[in-house]
């Protein structure tokens, strides 16, 4: 068992501005763990998880790949996120390297057909437009949740750029809500985008289903 990263560092006030690691984080975790062989061998070199949050996720990928042969990029909009990001790395022994951006946007262009693994937990909760709008100009905390209509907005904007952003072998890890329509997603990744998917694992955490899909490139 892969140990969860030490949080410890992270204060009361870190926790009211930044992502509390939830239900979401650790199943994304537990599909990383479940898949770690086959990502070792894989020997990725860029790691880019947008909306680091608390930086758990990318810390405990850190743990499976380890530190010399992988750069782990990361990205938030919350300012805060960055901030505890760089110090999770730190605390945790794994250099990650967080940038304050929407999405991938500054990091797009340079990074075509290069990123190997590819990690989004977004915000996933429907909520009406104007609020995930909202959170989203703010870029505070409520940007966490706050999705949209059918909790896709956020998530939608980062779909239309995988394809671009990963290299031949690379995987996308997305954590998704059932009410997201997992399905639609997944057949519109393969029709505009060939790249097909699979369930990784999937677990209810009290109201909510929760599902963790990987996308890959279609086998020539
Ligand atoms: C559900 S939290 C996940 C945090 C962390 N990855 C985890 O699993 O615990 C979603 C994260 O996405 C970030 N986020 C929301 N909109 C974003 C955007 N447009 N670009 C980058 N990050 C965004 C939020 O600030 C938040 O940290």
């Not at 977004?122 to 409520?142: K, L």
């Not at 909790?151 to 690379?170: F, H, Q, Y």
């Not at 677990?203 to 020539?220: H, Q, V």
């Amino acid at each position: 068992m892969i140990p969860t990263p030490d949080l410890s560092h992270l204060t009361r006030d870190d926790l009211e501005q930044v992502y509390d690691p939830a239900e979401d984080t650790f199943l994304l975790l537990d599909a990383l763990e479940q898949e770690a062989e086959e990502l070792r061998k894989e020997r990725p070199l860029i790691c880019l998880e947008v909306g680091s949050g608390s930086g758990c996720v990318s810390a405990f990928l850190g743990r499976i790949l380890g530190q010399s042969s992988s750069l782990y990029l990361c990205t938030d909009i919350n300012k805060h996120a960055t901030r505890c990001t760089l110090a999770t790395g730190k605390q945790n022994k794994i250099t990650l390297d967080p940038v304050t951006c929407s999405l991938t946007r500054p990091l797009s262009s340079r990074l075509r057909h290069a990123v190997d693994i590819l990690l989004f937990n977004p915000p996933y909760v429907p909520t009406d437009t104007g609020e995930a709008s909202s959170a989203q100009n703010s870029a505070n905390i409520a940007g966490s949740w706050a999705g949209g209509t059918d909790g896709m907005e956020i998530t939608n904007l980062l779909l239309r750029d995988v394809e671009c952003l990963l290299s031949p072998r690379g995987r996308f890890y997305l954590v998704a809500l059932k009410q997201n329509d997992v399905p639609s997603i997944r057949s519109r990744m393969l029709e505009e985008f060939g790249l097909t998917s699979q369930i990784v694992i999937e677990r209810r955490a009290g109201k909510e289903f929760l599902l963790i899909i990987r996308f890959t490139r279609t086998s020539p």
